[in-house]
Every structure is written in C-alpha cells, then in structure tokens.
C-alpha cells in the first residue's frame, strides 16, 4: 500500500525542499519574463518606486499599539500557525517519539506522514483514527493568543482569523465560526468518502472513542466517513480563495503568530494586504522574510523587518502568548485579556475536575469520556475544540 503514498513528498521534513524549490520556480519565470526584454539582475531596467507612507510611529510592538488604540484600523487579519497552540500543550504529532506515535507501531506506517495521505487513508482508515481519538476536539483549550484573537472580534476589529491549525481552539475561545477560515480543515464536520453525506463532530467523535471507525449510515455503511481534515493530496477548502480574495485587500492590520510561514500558499497570504498596511509577526523567529532575489527586481515577496527600506513589517521575537498579552497591555486591554484568560482557566479547571464522575456538561472530555454515554447535549456548537497536528502541514492544493 506503501506505492501509493504520492503525497508523502509534502511531509514536514521536505517542506523546506519543496519552499526552495517553489523560489526556483519562480526565479526561473522571472529570468525568462525580464530575457524577453533583454534586461538582467542588476540592470536598471524599472523605475525607481517611491517608498509607500509609513503608517506607524515607530516599527515597534508599541507602535502596532499606537496604530490600534488610535483606532486607526478596523479590519484586522491574524494569520496563526501551531506556534498559537503549543502552550495548550498540542504535542508535535508529526515528531515520532512524542507518543502519539506509540500507538501507531503495530500499523507499520510506512512514513508518520502517511496518517495524513488521503491515498493510505482510503486504504487503511485505522491509524489515522487511532491517532483522532488523542487529538479530537476536547482534550485541549485554548491559550492567552487565542484570546487575544477573540478580544480584537470583541473590540469589533476582526475581519477574519486564517489559522493553519486544525485544533479548533479558535472557536473554543469564542471566536465566531464565520470570522474563522481554518485552511487546512477541522474536525468540526466530516463527510462520507463514498457518497459525501456530511457528518458532525459528535457523530464522528461517538464512533473514535470507542474505537471504532465511522461509517456512513447513507450508503450501508460501505463508505469511511473522514473529519474534514485536508490531508496531503486534498484540495483546501473551497471557502478559502474566495475569503481570501475578499479579506485582504481590504485588511489594514496583519497580526502573522507562530507560523515559520513556509507552507504556500498560505505563506504568500502575507503579500496579498495593501502596499501600506502594517504587519506585525510574533514568533520565536523571524519568518516570512523577503527573498533577496525577489526583491532585487522590485517585487514583493515577503517581510522586511531590517533593512534601511523598511516601513510597516514589525517582529515581536518570543512566545506568542508573552507578545499578545504585551500587546494587549500596551493597547489597554491588559484587564479584559486577563478576565478572559481567567475565565478559560476556570473552565478548564472545572473540566478537570468532573469529568470522569459526572456526566452533566458534555461529552468533550478527553478521550474515553462518551464509551457509555450519549453525549446528550453535543455542547454549544460555538464551542468545540480540536488539537492541531497540521503545524505546517502542506495540503497539495495550489490554489492562489
Ligand atoms: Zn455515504
């Protein structure tokens, strides 16, 4: 089953091979586009372009503040990668040895990758569901930087959060399915691989707990019924070219969190915001950042956060709850960010502590909470949560 693994390309380990590969590409079209005019690297061929107006005072956390506080913007994208939900304690799962994968031996995998290919799938459903019933939806919650995306939705400044992440911890924090575009899918529906009838996430999540393998109802049970997950090999959402055509021309803050920003297309999202529209990242590195040779013919193609022509791109290096909750501060919003940050702590606390003897919330407790109980009340729908294998997880669409 191994031979059919052609997505397996897409795992972590090559994404830098694939990135360079793309810059390649890309470099190679410009050479052959600027050959037909006779013009080279170096030449000056164009014109000068004036520098575009800097918006903020300073290209500081403190600025980006500045430029909110003096509500200078009302149209707020945030862009996040697993970098937002690693302190909800969301292992690596694509990092054998974290013990996601202990139980996975006896599968025989050819690559960890191939849990998420939809061609070993089809062909073997197991390890992937085995793998779900740590990761589903309730095991985890939401950290200060998922707050803080729900404060800028409460401070009515959020046009939408584009997360890379599959955790839904988004949603758990509150924030309104519509203004989340989860790239790279959820577990918060699912549809039958034979006749695409769709499922929800407590009918899926009865089945994974108990071990079983949902299948759908609709056609006898002959079709496997796969959380909407985008496994390597699966087109993105259909949502997501649309949204993204509508957001960011009109987006005029780009908060970029814990991503490295080598996964395209969501990576090249960044360059899709207005010429002037300030864009602050919070990561424990600098990623995004312009490529030299891209730059050199006058395109954009990145982050500029050193060199003498920068003008809008801030970097806060360090965790992104520490940078969130810096922000806030600096914004004035220190005491609501700390009464939600509370108030998620309550809850997860009170989680813990009914969980296994009583049964009256829900059934999102952690792993085997549902083997002998209907989950009767399936929750608020607003508020499911998931965990987030897809750090930079590579969906093969091209869509962009
Ligand atoms: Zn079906």
Request: with cysteine; net charge negative.
């Amino acid at each position: 089953m191994s031979a059919k693994n052609e997505g397996a390309a897409a795992g972590a380990d090559d994404k830098e091979g694939d990135q360079s590969e793309s810059v390649d590409s890309q470099v190679e079209s410009l050479r052959n586009f600027l050959g037909r005019f006779h013009l080279s690297a170096g030449s000056s061929g164009q014109e000068e372009k004036p520098k575009p107006e800097q918006l903020l005072k300073e290209l500081t956390l403190e600025g980006i503040a500045d430029f909110i506080k003096e509500g200078k913007c009302k149209k707020v994208i945030v862009m996040s990668g697993a970098g937002i939900s690693t302190s909800a304690g969301i292992p690596d799962f694509r990092t054998p040895g974290t013990g996601l994968y202990d139980n996975l031996q006896k599968y025989n995998l050819p690559n960890p990758q191939a849990i998420f290919e939809i061609g070993f799938f089809k062909e073997n459903p197991e390890p992937f569901f085995t793998l779900s019933k740590e990761l589903f939806p309730g095991a985890f919650y939401p950290t200060p930087s998922h707050f803080f995306i729900h404060l800028l939705h409460e401070k009515g400044i959020l046009l939408r959060h584009y997360t890379q992440n599959i955790d839904g911890l988004d949603r758990m924090a509150g924030v309104p399915d519509e203004l989340i575009m989860e790239a790279h899918g959820s577990f918060h529906t699912g549809h039958c691989l034979n006749c695409n009838e769709m499922y929800t996430e407590e009918s899926m999540r009865e089945k994974i707990m108990a071990d079983l393998i949902p299948r759908c109802a609709k056609c006898n049970e002959t079709g496997v019924v796969k959380p909407d997950v985008v496994f390597f090999g699966e087109s993105l959402p259909p949502r997501f070219p649309t949204l993204v055509s509508e957001d960011f021309p009109q987006c005029d803050l780009l908060i970029v969190m814990g991503t490295s920003l080598v996964v395209q297309p969501f990576a090249s999202l960044i360059d899709k915001v207005p010429e002037m529209t300030p864009r602050l990242l919070i990561n424990m590195e600098k990623s995004g950042k312009a490529d030299p040779m891209m730059m050199m013919f006058g395109f954009p193609s990145g982050m500029d956060f050193d060199s003498d022509d920068k003008y809008r791109d801030v970097a806060y290096i360090g965790p992104c709850d520490e940078g969130c909750e810096k922000l806030a501060g600096f914004v004035g919003w220190k005491k609501e960010m700390t009464v939600l940050v509370n108030e998620g702590e309550a809850k997860k606390k009170k989680k813990g502590e009914t969980e296994s003897p009583t049964k009256d919330e829900t059934a999102k407790t952690p792993t085997s909470a549902t083997k002998d109980q209907k989950p009767k009340t399936s929750a608020s729908p607003g508020k499911k949560s998931s965990a987030s294998p897809t750090k930079d997880k590579k969906p093969s669409s091209k869509k962009d």
